[in-house]
């Protein structure tokens, strides 16, 4: 029967992140943007609650926990720093296209390095092109480790690439504890490929769905925080959030967290036949309420908001910048639209 | 434990519902809008309905709200009917025979006797009836603690004299449960309510209101004027009042319904989608390599997409209604977000067929008319802010 309360096992992982995210994360959140990396004994913490391949099958390494733990487990990363997911997880949104493409060996060997992660790209938008067997082209953006192997969701199919990828450093506009690269390919020899089209939509719903989860666990940090700076900070003799125009809005900011996480768990339980057409809606409507409360968090605070005193400007940064991955919003949205028209 | 299935019973349940809705709720719903009248009273299908059992308490129905035993699912089976039902005709659900919203007061805050006085008519198979529930006045709309409708002791009963507006079913109502005030100045304190029968004297200018859309049932306006009501008519007797519960009873009603309101906005929505998606499909918008059907594929997955959000947060405050856990905000939530996503999803599928979404003669026409008040009973968009703001913001009660 219908119940949307968690069950007893993803009450205990979320309480696990929870408690992560809160003593690990946000107080070395600044440290970790400000350094481009996160600390190795952090990242080794992570790994060692058997976080990253939790969802893999157990020949991966994974626990056979089910997806929606994992997306309830996300979304407290998120809450503590989405930044530092990418480099905590270490395969990260690509794990579902390594699983896919057969790469055992690989996922151990990301886990065993806290320096090296995977870049995944998710490129439906004709940046990347394959020829023979080798890939050309530039993608602009992804949190990445210079030292990581690559990834490539195309619609052709799943491509990893270990060797001949030139990945140079780049400044991203948030998620700066994972660092950002800029990723090239000049005939770049794929070691590995997968052409299987249900195996490329199980892989790119996976990446939406990390992506999503962290956008909720932002979205939900953000919120809270100008609840509670509203409740405190008085303006014409009263908190400021007992003005109606900022209890409506704060209240809307609430409401759009919550209807965005019950569409993650939903698609997080989708049978395979609506997996496509659930993870997109799950990222976009994610990235919609997580763009309505970024920008409105800092707007509650004011100029405290625009200052990196307070947390909320961060996670404005954060907002935008992990909307764009995965495909972003527009390609979620696109992908939701073709659903409609098959 | 997260689920997303029907049980064998609401499957049945809600196939009974679709066939109900397809054969005659839909059909009714557009007749009635048409020739701008309610659906009669007398008309042959409430019969059916009532011989159906439709509206009708049985003899398990406490058990239902309440089981003895195993797990209790009555908030889940109403949010995913009202969602069914609405989808085939929200006006024409309405006009359905039965105790309506008068039920949940009389069995939170009534008697023994009276929760078996008032609900005998309605286990009566022989005729269809309807109950109905009367707060609202011409002056008190959202704000209900300034309801003016006055009752006053005389002897062995209760005199009332003020107005009501907007009550749906009045006019054909065995009994209308009426809240009024013992004393205006003391607000919520001074509420009581009463089961006032078909027939008292006193109960007048009984008339049907004009409405732009669910124009299948009647909503109505009457006068209370000198209008003596028995003692045994007072919902719970006087001592239920002396803890300031009154209201109370009222507001958790209110809990209770508005899951259920914000579902039939969400079925409004699904109808609007079909016919939308129906009116595209047939007019080959999704095959034609077009920028402006490109669009009509976009709306469309933003339509299906805003449902399905609303859906989840009807369950979600009907799973914890079920749980007996608080859900004052998860009911609010869904009921500020479910309204408001069904008028974008109507506006969205007029806008879809083009200039034939504004002829009369489409069903998104009517719905776009229809989907308006959602936003308005059972609490505005507003309201339901102001309930959320206040538990987590402690935002004031008089603000």
Known sequence: ?342 | MISFDVDEKLAQQLERVRTLGREFLRPLGIEADRKGEAIPADHPFFETAWRLGIGRLGPEEDEEERPRSGERTAARRGVVLGEELAYWDRGAAVALPGPGLGAPPIRRMGTPEQRERFFAPFRDPSRPRWGAFAMTEPGAGSDVAAIRTLARKEGDAWVLDGAKTFISNAIRAEWIVVWATVDPSAGRAGHRAFVVEKGTPGLEDMRAEHKMGLVAYESASFTLRHCRVPAENLLGGERYYESRAGFKGAMESFNATRPMVAAMAVGIARAAYDAAREFAREHFLLSRPLPRHRRVAEKLARMARKIEAARLLCWRAASLADAERPNQVEASMAKAFAPAIAQEAAGLAVEVMAEAGVRQDHYVEKLYRDVKAMDIVEGTGQIQRIVVARRLLGYPASG
């Not at chain 1, 997880?89 to 390594?98: I, Q, S, T, V």
């Not at chain 1, 998710?122 to 050309?136: K, M, Q, S, T």
């Not at chain 1, 991203?172 to 939509?201: H, K, N, Q, W, Y």
Request: charged share 25%; proline share 5%.
């Open chain 1, 1 to 342: 029967m219908i119940d949307l309360r968690l069950g007893p096992e993803e009450e205990m992982i979320r309480e696990t992140g929870q408690a992560f995210a809160r003593e690990r994360l946000r107080p070395a959140m600044r440290e970790h943007e400000r350094r481009g990396s996160v600390a190795a004994e952090v990242v080794r913490a992570y790994r060692e609650l058997g976080f990253p391949t939790m969802e893999a099958p157990e020949s991966f390494g994974g626990q056979g926990v089910s997806l929606l733990s994992k997306v309830v487990l996300l979304e407290e990363i998120g809450w503590g720093d989405a930044g530092a997911a990418f480099a905590l997880e270490g395969a990260g949104p690509g794990l579902r296209a390594l699983v896919e493409l057969g790469e055992r060996d690989l996922c151990g060997d990301l886990l065993a390095d806290p320096a090296c992660y995977l870049a995944t790209i998710v490129d439906f938008a004709g940046r990347i092109a394959v020829r023979e067997g080798r890939l050309e082209g530039r993608f602009p953006f992804v949190p990445a480790s210079p030292k990581g192997p690559v990834v490539v969701l195309l619609p052709e199919g799943i491509f990893l690439c270990r060797e001949g990828v030139r990945v140079s450093r780049v400044e991203g506009c948030g998620l700066g504890a994972s660092g950002a690269s800029e990723v090239s390919f000049d005939g770049t020899p794929a070691a590995a490929t997968c052409r299987d089209p249900a195996a490329l939509v199980r892989s790119v719903a996976h990446a939406r769905l990390f992506v999503a989860a962290l956008l909720v666990g932002v979205a939900r940090a953000a919120t809270e925080y100008a609840m509670r700076y509203a409740q405190e900070r008085v303006a014409f003799g009263r908190p400021i959030a007992h003005h109606q125009g900022l209890a409506f809005l704060l209240t809307d900011m609430a409401t759009a967290v919550d209807a965005a996480r019950l569409l993650l768990w939903r698609a997080a339980f989708a049978p395979e036949a609506e997996l496509e057409r659930l993870s997109a809606w799950a990222l976009a409507e994610a990235a919609e309420a997580a763009l309505f409360v970024g920008p409105n968090a800092v707007q509650v605070l004011g100029g405290h908001g625009f200052m990196k005193d307070h947390p909320v400007e961060k996670w404005m940064r954060d907002i935008r910048t992990l909307a764009q991955l995965a495909g972003g919003r527009d390609e979620a949205e696109l992908v939701a639209a073709e659903c409609e028209a098959r």
